[in-house]
């Protein structure tokens, strides 16, 4: 497709279960983002890829949250025994490449996960 | 301290009429960019306009510009001749340094345009 694709648009778990939302990027863009939006607040980041590898994780609130992108274009966001907290709307968003001026990135319609 | 902060939780526009959205930063780095997203209720953010904190134009794309006043660290955006369809939430971000978007958001303005 055109623009980012990101499965499921709509996820509810149970706490203490295992989720895996995944994130197709627009083709050849080498920089992909995951980001998380709470309700009433702007989208906070999680990981940012440059390629396959994990340039900057820092975002990941703790040691349950883990991404890859093992052959630089499709990532999968996991969340190991999910909490209440863990809902929000999981955003990824890709662009041509890093930095500079024209990297807009291009952002998916999310993911909502719901955590019961 | 809050990286970027938008004062105006909601605003409302008359149709046809200009609307200001207010966004100032905070950042001691000198080379940043600054963004602007709407995101409508469907949920995807949609880019709007950027501006670079070496450029010397305020930038414009259609009815969007940003006023951009590097003193006051305030990066408002105006929109012209309002419609029904910009009713959305709209962010203003920033990216510092020359590298990657790693981006932090505000926490929005919603923008409801009156017919």
């Known amino acids: 497709g055109a623009g980012v694709s990101q499965t499921p648009s709509n996820k509810v778990t149970e706490k203490g279960k295992y989720v895996e939302l995944r994130c197709d990027p627009i083709?050849?863009?080498?920089?992909l983002y995951w980001y998380r939006q709470s309700l009433g607040q702007g989208p906070e980041f999680l990981i940012y890829?440059?390629?396959?590898?994990?340039?900057?994780d820092s975002g990941l609130p703790n040691d349950r949250f883990f991404a890859v992108r093992p052959e630089g274009s499709v990532s999968t966001l996991k969340i190991q025994r999910t909490e209440r907290g863990d809902s929000a709307v999981y955003l990824c968003?890709?662009?041509?490449?890093?930095?500079?001026?024209?990297?807009?990135?291009?952002f998916g319609q999310g993911t909502r996960l719901t955590v019961v | 301290a809050q990286k970027i902060t938008q004062t105006q939780p909601g605003m409302f526009v008359q149709e046809k009429e200009a609307v200001t959205l207010d966004c100032t930063y905070d950042?001691?780095?000198?080379?940043?960019?600054l963004f602007w997203y709407k995101q409508p209720s469907s949920g995807e953010m949609i880019f709007l306009i950027y501006?670079?904190?070496?450029?010397?134009q305020n930038a414009t794309e259609g009815r969007y510009s940003l006023n951009f006043q590097k003193a006051r660290k305030s990066a408002n955006l105006v929109i012209s001749a309002s419609q029904l369809g910009d009713s959305a939430m709209y962010f203003c971000?920033?990216?510092?340094?020359?590298?990657?978007?790693?981006?932090?958001f505000g926490t929005g303005t919603k923008l409801q345009v009156i017919p």
């Open positions: 968003a890709s662009s041509p490449r890093g930095g500079g001026r024209d990297t807009e990135a291009f």
């Open positions: 083709s050849g863009h080498t920089a």
């Open positions: 890829f440059q390629g396959t590898g994990a340039a900057d």
């Open positions: 950042t001691s780095d000198p080379s940043y960019g």
């Open positions: 501006q670079g904190s070496y450029d010397q």
């Open positions: 971000a920033m990216r510092e340094g020359g590298g990657y978007q790693k981006v932090t």
